[in-house]
């Protein structure tokens, strides 16, 4: 009876331990992943640099963000299908930090990882944060909320996910305002605005990426402005 007790107690902690294994080193995928790194002016250092992270929705109104600063600063972006906890994720955007010098990182991650509990998607932000400040070089960072998800005939509705959402960015609203960290509100921005959106009731028109994208711009020339004298546009 001893001996038994004795191998369930081991087998028990090979579990446990096999489990925390592959959480970090196996995450949970979806059925098609895909990362896009793209960096203007990546040979030059003439202009401040500002990096923008995130999924689909940064990569949509990423040409409207490089427009309006064009001349003002050098923009690159990291938008991948990656959830935020995925080590992958860490992985790739170390490699940019080391690379680069960024002024400003703009962060909008919350769209992906529905496998993941809120719970989870709120202990990554540490790890995060972590990698930006060991390998920033001292860059600001901006936290973006999620934006909501909408349904139904005229996309009137908002879809079940977007309670969700709303957790995610309650939770990311705090822990960036325990660190001090800047949150522009993209979710207020489309909240009300359900012609921003594309069919899919996820991503964005035209409208919807111009309306963003000016937003975003507006808040990365600010911060611009207030670490260099280059950022001010005048």
């Known amino acids: 009876m001893r001996t038994m007790l004795l191998f369930a107690i081991i087998l028990q902690s090979?579990?446990?331990?096999?489990?925390?294994?592959?959480?970090?080193?196996?995450?949970?995928?979806?059925?098609?992943?895909?990362?896009?790194i793209w960096v203007v002016k990546a040979n030059k250092d003439d202009l401040p640099r500002v990096l923008l992270v995130g999924d689909s929705i940064v990569k949509?109104?990423?040409?409207?963000?490089e427009k309006i600063l064009v001349g003002r600063a050098s923009c690159a972006r990291y938008t991948t299908s990656k959830y935020l906890g995925n080590p992958d994720y860490l992985a790739e955007l170390k490699l940019l930090l080391k690379r680069y010098r960024f002024d400003v990182i703009h962060l909008n991650n919350g769209l992906h990882g529905?496998?993941?509990?809120?719970?989870?998607?709120?202990?990554c932000f540490s790890k995060l944060l972590?990698?930006?400040?060991?390998?920033?070089?001292g860059a600001v960072v901006i936290w973006a909320t999620t934006t909501p998800i909408r349904a139904?005939?005229?996309?009137?509705q908002f879809g079940i996910e977007t309670e969700r959402v709303k957790e995610r960015n309650?939770?990311?609203?705090?822990?960036?305002?325990?660190?001090?960290?800047?949150?522009?509100?993209l979710y207020g921005l489309v909240a009300e605005?359900?012609?921003?959106?594309?069919?899919?009731?996820?991503?964005?028109?035209?409208?919807?990426?111009?309306?963003?994208?000016k937003q975003v711009a507006e808040t990365l020339a600010t911060h611009l402005s207030n670490k260099t004298d280059a950022g001010d546009g005048q």
């Open 152 to 156: 139904g005939e005229g996309l009137a």
């Open 60 to 65: 949509g109104y990423f040409d409207v963000v």
């Open 114 to 123: 529905w496998d993941y509990t809120e719970k989870q998607y709120g202990e």
């Open 170 to 185: 309650s939770l990311a609203g705090g822990f960036m305002h325990k660190h001090g960290i800047p949150v522009d509100d």
């Open 14 to 36: 090979v579990v446990t331990f096999g489990h925390g294994v592959f959480a970090e080193d196996k995450p949970l995928l979806e059925k098609i992943e895909w990362t896009d």
């Open 130 to 137: 972590e990698t930006i400040k060991k390998h920033g070089k």
């Open 193 to 213: 605005h359900p012609e921003y959106y594309a069919g899919d009731g996820t991503h964005f028109n035209d409208q919807g990426q111009a309306a963003q994208g």
